[in-house]
Structures are given as C-alpha cells and as structure tokens.
C-alpha cells in the first residue's frame, strides 16, 4: 500500500491529508455534509486483502445467473444474500447482485459472489468472490471455481426435478435438495 500514489487518487488534498491513516472527503454537499470519499488506507487493504478477482469478464448484457445455479446443484453452504444500500454506497460490499447476490456459508465464514469494474471498457466487469471469516479462502476458492466452471459453457442448462414431498426424493440427503413447502427441488448440470 506504500508504493500507491495515493495524492493522484484525492488531488484536492494536502499530501499530509492524503497519506494520512484517514478516509479523505472527496465531494460535500452544499450544506457541507460529506457525500463521497477516498477510504482509509487501512479500510482499501483490508477489501483488497479478501477479494479474489476470477480473471472471467462479462459485460453489461450478460446473465450470470448459471453461477448461482451451479452453486445450488454443487455447494451445500449455497444462499443468497442482501446488501442493504448504505452498505453499497460506502463500498464496505460489493454484491455482484446487490438484492440476492450467490453467496457461500460454512460455520462462521462467508464468501459471496462480487464484481470488479473492468476499467477495460464501459460496463465491463470482473466477476470476483470476497470472503469473510477464518474459512474464507477455502470458500472463496470454491466460489471462483464455479465461476469459471460456468464459464467453461455458459449455455448449459440444468435438470430441475421436483419431488412430492421430502419421501418422493429417498435417494438425495436434505442438503441436497432446495426446501419448498410440499415440493423438494433438485439441480443437475
């Protein structure tokens, strides 16, 4: 973190003020209230050290949704989680799917699916995984696997069977199965 220029990322600073361990207010609003700012050099190592860039580009058009699929069929710690807004907007997260974003659990880890902009062209984005917790390069490292097994076919499409019933599916564990009321699902690629 050193040998990043930080003074060309908040020209506006005194170089004092932007090597300081402190966010910079990089625009106010007209009542002077803070509106954006460069995060604390501690904050950006910190979001730098838990996200795991896949190297797998999509655009602005292009689902992903196959990603989250493959979880479900592969990942007994698959879900899906909600970023609220504020959490956004301070860039403490950055869910590829703010509302829903895949996202894998194991006992007191998470990692979830993010995005990383591609400064290559508008709209262009890396698909990344960020992890939290003690497990999360092993979650991580599975969460970029599936990315780039769905990358590998991007078209492939899954084998929903629905069940009658929890003893309708006698050959799968529960956690192998998507709990509805009255109808276990099960995905196959």
């Known amino acids: 973190m050193r040998t990043v220029p930080r003074h060309l990322f908040v020209p506006d600073a005194a170089p004092s003020e932007a090597y300081a361990e402190q966010a910079v207010i990089t625009k106010r609003a007209p009542d002077g209230a803070a509106l954006s700012c460069a995060s604390a050099p501690e904050v950006v190592a910190m979001l730098l050290e838990q996200l795991i860039l896949s190297g797998v580009e999509i655009g602005p058009y292009d689902p992903f949704d196959g990603i989250w699929l493959r979880l479900t069929a592969t990942e007994p710690g698959c879900c899906r989680i909600a970023a609220t807004p504020e959490a956004v907007g301070s860039m403490l997260c950055a869910p590829a799917i703010a509302q829903r974003s895949p996202a894998l659990a194991e006992e007191d880890s998470l990692a979830d699916l993010s995005l990383a902009r591609n400064h290559a062209g508008p709209g262009r ?65």
Request: aromatic share 4%; hydrophobic share 35%; no cysteine.
């Open 125 to 189: 984005h890396v698909l990344s995984a960020t992890g939290h917790g003690p497990g999360r390069h092993d979650l991580t490292d599975r969460l970029i696997t599936a990315i780039h097994t769905w990358d590998g076919d991007r078209t492939a499409i899954p084998v929903v069977t629905a069940y009658r019933g929890l003893t309708g599916a006698p050959h799968h564990q529960p956690s192998e199965l998507i709990l509805k009321p009255d109808s276990p699902l099960k995905i196959a690629f």
